[in-house]
Structure formats: structure tokens, C-alpha cells
């Protein structure tokens, strides 16, 4: 069983750095794929950000490339995203997420975080 708890989230004004952080549990936390996804009131749950094992590939959702960036590191176990420059439309609960294996095309994720409130203000 895989436990994920992000931490980082908070309000912040329009164009600001806000960073967010998931602390992973177990051994093999190298071996998953990691990704952020966020949820605002009323909307779908959307992927945000995908990063492979060693962090050598990432993938994101067009909305926020350019301003967010995930990363991970292997010896403690987290996966961050900065999030840059940010809007009010990116306003949301934000979720880190894991699966097994590598392929990063597929938003079905098989671990959850219990998500982390940013609220952006204008």
C-alpha cells in the first residue's frame, strides 16, 4: 500500500510562487509514476502534471506549461509543483497521485493523496 499527504497549499495573490510537496511511504517510490491532478468546486477532476521514475520526462496540461513545474527526489520519497505566475482560474484541490510502472499516457493513477487546498486570489 502506497500513503501520499501534500502539504504546501495555501492562499496566495494572482502572479504569485506557491510550491506543494507529497511525501510518498514505502520503498518503491521510485519505480511509480508520479502526477498532480486538481479538482475546483463543480469541475471535473483534471491531470495537471505527470513525471517519470528518474525525472528525465514530464508531461502537462497545457494550461499551466510554462508555469508549473514537477519534479521529484528519489532519496526522500516526495514529488513537488511549483506553480509560477499564478490565476485565479487555478484555484482548486490539488492531488498528488502514483502508479506503478511507466507509462505516463494514461491518467489512471492507483494511489491518492488526500489533496491540499490553493486558493488564488485577485
Known amino acids: 500500500q502506497v500513503q501520499l499527504v501534500e502539504s504546501g497549499g495555501g492562499l496566495v495573490q494572482a502572479g504569485g510562487p506557491l510550491r506543494l510537496s507529497c511525501a510518498a511511504s514505502?520503498?518503491?517510490?521510485?519505480?511509480?509514476?508520479m502526477g498532480w491532478f486538481r479538482q475546483a468546486p463543480g469541475k471535473e477532476r483534471e491531470f495537471v502534471a505527470a513525471?517519470?521514475?528518474?525525472?528525465?520526462?514530464?508531461r502537462y496540461l497545457d494550461a499551466v506549461k510554462g508555469r508549473f513545474t514537477i519534479s521529484r527526489d528519489n532519496t526522500k520519497n516526495t514529488v513537488s509543483l511549483q506553480l509560477n505566475s499564478l490565476k485565479p482560474e487555478d484555484t482548486a484541490v490539488y492531488f498528488c497521485?502514483?502508479?506503478?510502472?511507466?507509462?505516463?499516457?494514461?491518467?489512471?493513477?492507483?494511489?491518492w493523496g488526500q489533496g491540499t487546498q490553493v486558493t488564488v486570489s485577485s
Open positions: 497521485a502514483a502508479k506503478p510502472g511507466m507509462n505516463m499516457m494514461t491518467n489512471k493513477y492507483d494511489y
Open positions: 513525471i517519470n521514475w528518474n525525472g528525465g520526462y514530464t
Open positions: 514505502g520503498r518503491t517510490f521510485s519505480s511509480y509514476v
